[in-house]
């Protein structure tokens, strides 16, 4: 009985590093209609928009994949290599919401861990479809 009650909690753990609260700020988060306004009028202050997770590619976004995988890191570095630490990126996944998508907060944290001041978490409450796709937002 020990052991059973042992593996369960073990599991419980688990699953709260991936469920854990955001990390991010309100005004950490970038509405679904300012990224695509900027997307569609090539706005000059245009963020670097990094897809996070398996889900459907932003017009513009570079699909680094999900941000749980241990090659994460090496493949967003490549990326930023060149970057001021003050030029707009977002993050997406849009698996599901923003808030309990287990992609977004490893890679919001490893962003501001590199010093990326101005990173922000694209708003996708219920997730990339509902959020984005079905409002007609561009997509690749």
Known sequence: MKLIAIILLSGFGALSTYFQ???WKKEQLMSTVDLSTKIKTNAKDKPL???VGPMENIKGAIA?????NATFGSKISGYLTMESKTKPIVVYCGC????SCPNIKPAFDYLIAQGFKNTKV???PDGIKPDWVAKGYPTE
């Open 21 to 23: 609260a955001p990390t």
């Open 49 to 51: 928009i990094f897809n």
């Open 64 to 68: 680094i994949g999900a941000a749980t």
């Open 96 to 99: 599901c919401s923003y808030a």
């Open 122 to 124: 694209l708003e996708l």
